[in-house]
């Protein structure tokens, strides 16, 4: 079952985590807001806004991408089934949370395999009572597992929107497309692809800057075009949405992204600029701080 992953032994559990090494999931949760992460993410967190002080837009504008996605699929699509692979630690406004609030019989398995995002992810299985949500701990590179578990929760004789949110760009080309064809053929006609992925098409200095800090660190960081991206979806079947695929903050925008409360000025002061990221309101985005494509594409 997938709900099994967190019945793991907590000492295995602590075992498979490394602290040493940044992994990205804790530095997205870094840029976030969360409180989930090592001195290792911080570090790397932080080498990357040194590179590029207005990244920050690129995580929460991929964020709220999401939450808009979700939020269209529901309202305007009826679709009531996610499948949320790369699935990062419990935040603000999981899918779920968009789905449900919406259409509460709603369906989501969330798929991930750092081991810190198991620990917390009974945060991602608060369902409604009307709806279901399951975890799976799975790699990303074993679609075949990641479909046999899944299918446990949702029903692939109907629609299900497949996420792959800025997780692509972690997987080098020989398997990141097999991959995408593989989960996305197991789909029934009238589902959805969700996808958004880091390019150096947009503002190419900043975004190679925040690469060699990462790859540095040891991470595959793979930075594609509008048409590689656009191939992820060709390759699937799946026709893409309007308005295609563009940058993140382009993408529908409703406007309405959330804004941060903010503390006492003598308390923000008195942080550095990784601390800061938190309370920095992105509403002021422009198209020279913005490094991610992200489209919508429906299953033919």
Not at 87 to 112: C, F, K, W
Not at 281 to 291: F, G, K, Q
Request: with cysteine; glycine share 6%.
């Amino acid at each position: 079952m997938p709900g099994d992953a967190l019945s793991q032994d907590p000492a295995e559990l602590r075992r498979r985590i490394d602290s040493s090494k940044a992994h990205p999931a804790r530095v997205y949760d870094v840029f976030l807001g969360g409180k989930d992460h090592y001195a290792a993410d911080l570090d790397a967190a932080a080498a990357g806004l040194a590179a590029n002080p207005r990244g920050y837009l690129d995580v929460r504008h991929n964020r709220d991408f999401l939450r808009r996605a979700v939020a269209t699929l529901v309202r305007e699509d009826g679709i009531r089934q996610f499948l949320d692979i790369g699935t990062g630690l419990p935040t603000a406004e999981n899918v779920h949370q968009i789905a449900q609030r919406v259409a509460p019989a709603s369906r989501v398995v969330y798929v991930d395999n750092d081991p810190v995002v198991l620990a917390h992810a009974r945060a991602l299985l608060t369902s409604g009572p009307e709806g279901r949500t399951d975890y799976i701990d799975a790699d990303l590179r074993n679609p075949a597992r990641i479909l046999e578990q899944a299918a446990e929760t949702l029903d692939f004789d109907r629609p299900v929107a497949l996420c792959l949110v800025a997780v692509l760009h972690f997987v080098e080309d020989d398997e990141a497309y097999p991959i995408v064809r593989e989960l996305a053929g197991a789909l029934p006609a009238g589902s959805r692809l969700v996808l958004s992925h880091l390019t150096e098409d947009l503002n190419p200095e900043n975004v190679r800057a925040v690469q060699r800090t990462y790859t540095e660190r040891g991470f595959t960081f793979v930075l594609r075009s509008r048409k590689d991206v656009e191939r992820f979806f060709a390759d699937s079947g799946a026709a893409l949405a309007a308005p295609g695929v563009v940058p993140v903050h382009r993408w529908r925008p409703d406007h309405a992204a959330p804004v941060p409360e903010q503390p006492e000025e003598a308390y923000l002061d008195s942080l550095d600029a990784i601390e800061r990221v938190r309370y920095q309101d992105i509403n002021d985005v422009t198209d020279a701080d913005i490094n991610v494509y992200g489209g919508l594409g429906v299953k033919a």
